[in-house]
């Protein structure tokens, strides 16, 4: 997948079988050939031809949340950028290293997954394991 980031770079991204395939299935349902693919739903339910803004996303997201049961302080704090931070600490979590936890998000610096990741490091870093060995 090619997309274009918030800084307007042309970046290629690889996506997981599943992702790929669900992606295909939502463009051809909405007859997308080629430009934007995440296109805003209008109140009726018919696709709009602007692409979906960030607050649209993150209202969405909210929305979801408290479809699911999520309290409302919760579903509160979620945006559209919930997805990319959880994504770092899943990749986290799962043992990825830092090099490809910023490949897989696009990331040039370490700073913001290394920040993201803060408090699952301290759960497992070099600290904790001390501490559990005595």
Request: net charge positive; proline share 4%.
């Amino acid at each position: 997948m090619t997309l274009r980031t918030k800084g307007g770079v042309i970046q290629e991204r690889h996506l997981a079988r599943e992702a790929r395939i669900a992606l295909e299935e939502w463009r051809r349902a909405i007859k997308i050939k080629k430009g934007p693919v995440f296109l805003a739903i209008k109140r009726d339910g018919s696709v709009g031809t602007k692409p979906i803004t960030s607050a649209e996303v993150a209202r969405t997201f909210k929305r979801i949340a408290k479809c699911i049961g999520l309290n409302a302080e919760a579903a509160g704090n979620i945006s559209g950028h919930s997805t990319r931070i959880g994504a770092a600490q899943d990749l986290t979590t799962a043992g990825a290293a830092l090099p490809e936890i910023m490949a897989a998000g696009g990331w040039r610096s370490p700073g913001m997954p290394a920040r993201y990741a803060r408090k699952l490091d301290a759960r497992r870093g070099a600290m904790r394991g001390w501490l559990t060995r005595r």
